[in-house]
Each structure stands twice: as C-alpha cells, then as structure tokens.
C-alpha cells in the first residue's frame, strides 16, 4: 500500500511537474507571432517583400504593435529601395500615422523620395472661384453680408472659403456667421487688421504658384516645413537598414 501510494505521489508530481513546466515555458504571444515565417523568409535582396508583407500587417492590424510592426515594415522596403519603392512606402507610412505632425512629416517626405520635392503651396484656386470669394471679401469689408454670402455661392467660392477661412477669419463660419449678422445700415468694417487679412488672403490666391514665402504664411501661418534628411536613411524611415533580417523575434543584422 505505501508502495503504491509512493508511485501515485511521484507520478502526480512528475505530471505537475510537465503541467507547471509547460506553463514556465509559455511566453505571452506578441504582434509578430502571426507573421513570424513569413518575418523569417524576408531578405533584403526583395525589398519588395517588405512592402507587400506591411501592407498586410497594416490592413488586419489590431494593436498597436501590429501598427508599429507595419511602420517597420514600410521603413525597410523604403530604405532598402527608396528609387523604386521610397513614395510608396512614405504613403503607406502616412496612411497609418500616429499624429498629424508624423503624416505631414510622411507626406513631404514622399515628394521628396519621388524626385518630386516636397511643395508647400499647393492651393491654387480656380480663376471665377477666386473672383467669387473676392467679391464675398469685398462685401463683407463693405458690411453687405447677404451679397457677400450670394457672391460665395458662385462658382464654388464657398468651397475655396473653407480652404483659407482660417487665414481670412480664424475659421470659415466665423466669416460666414459675420455675413449673416450683418443688417442694412450696419457700419463697414473698421478694423484695420481685419481688412488686410482679407486683402492679403486675396493676393497670396491671385499670385499662385508665384506666391512668395511672406504671402504663403498669410494662408498656411508660419508652421515649420518638416526637416527630412534623405542622406541619413535611419533618420528618414526610422529603421536601421543594416538590421533588416528578422531572427529571433526581433531584427537582426545577421542575415
């Protein structure tokens, strides 16, 4: 009888013994379990791969990790190949950005990667929708707010109104609430710097692609443009481009 019991004490401590093991050796699973061979199978010599694998990641990704893992990913395949894959991979890498200033930041770096360089002024408006907002500019200076906001439903004037009413008013329904409030008899605008807001905005919009650095800050503020050193890869594409081999969970620079 004590044999027995013996026997029975011993194996319940070895299948204990396995069970706790087991537990011991588990690890929690991570974002790059579900990818791990296809991690595994990536070579620098395929840029390509690196791409396609992200795109994958970013589209079933459901934690930040995975997002994280993506942005690795899209950062290879642009470090590795920025001539054929660098606009891409910038695009794919504003598509899943964190913050606004990060997809700013990847927008710009995109026209510079494509040879286009990265353009600041890009609003160029339609010549009758101009008119039509400089009509609404004139008539509200003047206090007329319901011609001003009849001038603005012209050839998409209320469109380019929202496009730089922040510059004109601090906000598009600030200008459009003042027209509305406006009665007849009411005084013209005296405020002088709200006159040359208008006026500025005007001329910065007729002068285009012309436009002088002083007249793009009266329509975009004078935010600085993001510094993007494409001659530093790790600082372009926040990957090591000599650690592009995924061992061991992790990137490597043994390939």
Not at 150 to 175: H, I, M, R, S, Y
Request: hydrophobic letters at 45%.
């Amino acid at each position: 009888m004590r044999v027995r019991t013996s026997i029975s004490r011993a194996a319940a401590a070895v299948l204990l013994g396995v069970a706790f093991g087991g537990f011991a050796a588990a690890r929690p699973a991570t974002a790059a379990d579900r990818w791990e061979q296809r991690l595994a199978r990536l070579d620098p010599v395929r840029p390509m791969d690196y791409l396609e694998l992200g795109e994958e990641v970013a589209d079933g990704a459901s934690s930040e990790a995975e997002k994280r893992l993506a942005r690795e990913l899209f950062g290879f395949a642009g470090a590795l190949d920025s001539a054929r894959l660098g606009r891409s991979a910038m695009l794919a890498l504003a598509s899943i950005a964190e913050t606004d200033s990060e997809r700013a930041r990847a927008l710009a770096a995109a026209e510079l990667v494509g040879g286009r360089g990265a353009k600041r002024r890009t609003l160029v408006a339609e010549p009758a929708q101009l008119e039509s907002l400089a009509r609404a500019i004139s008539y509200h200076r003047r206090a007329e707010g319901r011609k001003a906001l009849a001038a603005l439903k012209q050839d998409n004037g209320d469109e380019l109104l929202t496009k730089v009413g922040v510059a004109l008013a601090g906000d598009p329904e600030v200008f459009r609430s003042e027209c509305k409030a406006m009665k007849p008899g009411t005084q013209p605008i005296a405020d002088e710097d709200m006159v040359a807001r208008g006026m500025l905005v005007e001329l910065a919009l007729r002068a285009g692609d012309l436009r002088s650095p002083g007249l793009d800050v009266a329509l975009f503020g004078d935010a600085a443009l993001p510094e993007i050193d494409l001659s530093d890869p790790e600082s372009t594409w926040r990957v090591d481009p000599r650690r592009a081999w995924w061992r061991g969970g992790k990137w490597s620079g043994n390939g």
